[in-house]
């Protein structure tokens, strides 16, 4: 419908898709049968907060939830938050998540037009894994005292769950664009 | 000037079949004298390629004023146009002289809305900080909205829930809530999209009573035809047209009489 | 409730953060192990005082033990015991300092320090009466967003559909999205915004 710029329903987008990745905390985590580590969904935030609001919305959603981490409010998977989580080691993996929903965002509207769930999986994967390890690793390898490389290895064990959650991900922005578009595709000069 | 609709009976003590047709005695609101007249001229709307809207000509000017019909047969649409939330494609809504397609600010101002859905338009955490959201643009001064607040609170009998997480309330205090919020800018008119749709019968009634007993302008879309029964004035609408404008009594009539 | 209690709670917000980022660091400075593992120590104790209790200070580290507990070894083997035990004790002084400030700040008092300190950026385009917004309604839809998941899992789960986590989050977003508009509209309806963006009412172009 309308593809006027709303200032308030921006606001409403933003905020509901910060609600909803908090709400995300609330579904349990999948173990995957092999590796063992838990997969959980709200990692999935980011991604969707850019595939499915894009660039802009999606990383203030991704902004407001980690302020709302900061001021206190457990909404973490397990329950986490306040100041504490931005001491921790991993904290770069929670940081990331605006530049990944940023990235993912931006991909998606430049391909706005000709997304398909293969194209819009590698949209994902390139923000929300490739964007975010590459500013999670380097966080984790300074909190933590190690050598890059020992970060990089120790963060491989979760690229399986993030693959999937790219895939699940790109589903969803392919339903939702039928279905709810949101994205306002980036301007082309008109065929 | 604060306190024109703050003095009415208590919402709830008066029964809703006790409302007739005459309408109550307006409390002195500042606006009231200017509640008066929406005039809607020519207006056509259509979402995409589905006219919603077909050559809609009408002047409302009575307190009570019912909008019936169908599922999809525009009403909402309607109802939608009278405070400017949409702008017509064709033709001009005009609130007491002011055109909705240019003057907005002033026409929400004098006309509010309240949602079918609470959880849609409570936007604050707390009760208290949601009824204060309408008075920040006003200009007053915090203690005089504090003031403002609690006397809203009191006329709903919401205070103990002043500090209450919104999220916490029943459904028929939600919609009080919303009622209140809306009320508390002190709009000359306030329409109603389905105000008791999602609400038991205790709390239809209780809302119906709080309706009939507003000082303000209602226009009320509904599918409860009890609630409509005693107000002044009905319009059915179909297939985006009115179909039907008259006495509750007649108006009702000819709408079961299509809905067979 | 003990002076450290009164004072923390009393404290302004901003006061509270600016400790915190001095605390931060400050600590970066220390590179004795002992020193850092009597500062967590002393962190623990000045949880006890301020009265945030055993259970809160397990909240907080219970979360990052293994990670914890990993990093030492890692350290341990890497690197030597003497590193291992100071970065573990830096983290866990730091988390505990920033929980203590979290725990004795009410979310209001934290807005409101917000929204002050973004009022230099006014001129940057940054609107804090449109920040202080995004956060109210975000607090308000997270238990609201929170129950409607819990619904789409009872509805999905009651056809059998329980397992399929697309099942539960498509539903999901596409009420998030339809309920924005209305929420939206509810915000212009009641606030008498007249944004710039939508002064001009050309809906005529279909």
Known sequence: MAAKPNPTLDIVYIALFAALTAALALFPPLTLPVIGVPITAQSMGPMLAGAILGARRGALAMVLVIALVAIGLPILSGG??????????TVGFLLGWVPAAWVTGLLHELGWRQLTSISSFTHAAVGGIVVLYAIGIPVL????????????????TFIPGDLIKAALTAMIAVSVKRAWPIIRPAAEPSA | MIHSSLQLPRPGLQSAAGSTSVPLPAAPSPQAS??????????????????VLRDITVTLTERRIGIIGANGSGKSTFARLLNGLLVPDRGRVVVDGLDTARDIKAVRR????????????IVFPTVAEDLAFGLKGLGLGRAERAEMVTQMLARFGLEALADQSAHKLSGGQKQLLAIAGVLITKPACVVFDEPTTALDLRNTRHIAGVIAALSETAIV????LDLISGFDRVLVFDAGRIVADDTPAR?????????? | MSALAALLRRAPAGAKLAALAIAGTGVMAIADWRVMVDLALLAALAFRLAGCGTDALGRQLRPMLWMLAALFLVQGWLVDWATAALVVARIVTLVLLAALVTLTTPAEAMIATIERLLAPFVRFGVDPGRVGLAFSLALRFIPVIGEEAERVREAQAARGLGHHPLALILPLIVRVLKSAEDVAAAIEARSGHDDPGRAAPSRSVW
Do not use: C
């Open chain 2, 221 to 224: 879309v509904t599918h409860d």
């Open chain 2, 34 to 51: 200017g509640a008066g007249r929406i005039e809607i001229s020519a207006v056509s709307h259509r979402f995409t390629d589905t006219p």
């Open chain 1, 141 to 156: 390898a300074f909190q933590a005292g190690l050598t890059l490389k020992a970060a990089a290895v120790g963060s491989m």
């Open chain 2, 251 to 260: 108006a009702i009539a000819e709408y079961l009489r299509r809905m067979q």
């Open chain 1, 80 to 89: 986490r938050g306040g100041l504490g989580v931005f001491a921790g080691p």
């Open chain 2, 110 to 121: 004098k006309v509010g809305f309240v949602f079918q859905n609470p959880d849609n338009q």
